[in-house]
């Protein structure tokens, strides 16, 4: 299975920036399609979507994210980053990566792994 390790979190004034890191390891059948996605969640509110990035550097973002997020890859790492510029306090949550595979030579895959998390907070 894959094994997702982040970090880069930490605690920022407003205005400020992070670049949060994922890195991936172990092994897995799907090598034709997956794709890391980035999620936040706020105590007390559910995770929600930020970015997602495939193997081939296409990206998708939530409506709300587009502009201060900024989603990339290095595929010979096996990592990903997520940047956040222009922090604001709404912005504090735990912030969490998501691999998830998608097709293998043989067919479909079903294969997910979470991050364990890493915080950001933002002070004003």
């Known amino acids: 299975a894959i094994q997702l390790a982040e970090s880069g979190g930490g605690s920022v004034q407003a205005g400020g920036s992070l670049r949060l890191t994922c890195t991936a390891s172990g092994s897995t059948r799907c090598t034709v399609d997956y794709d890391t996605s980035w999620y936040r969640q706020a105590p007390g509110k559910d995770r929600e979507f930020l970015s997602a990035?495939?193997?081939?550097?296409?990206?998708t973002y939530a409506d709300f994210a587009q502009g201060r997020f900024l989603v990339s890859q290095d595929n010979a790492l096996r990592t990903t980053f997520l940047q956040v510029n222009d922090l604001k306090p709404e912005d504090t949550a735990m912030y969490y990566c998501?691999?998830?595979?998608?097709?293998?030579?043989?067919?479909?895959?079903?294969?997910?792994?979470w991050g364990q998390g890493t915080q950001v907070t933002v002070s004003s």
């Open positions: 990035i495939d193997k081939d550097d296409r990206t």
């Open positions: 998501k691999w998830t595979g998608r097709r293998s030579l043989t067919g479909k895959c079903d294969s997910v792994s």
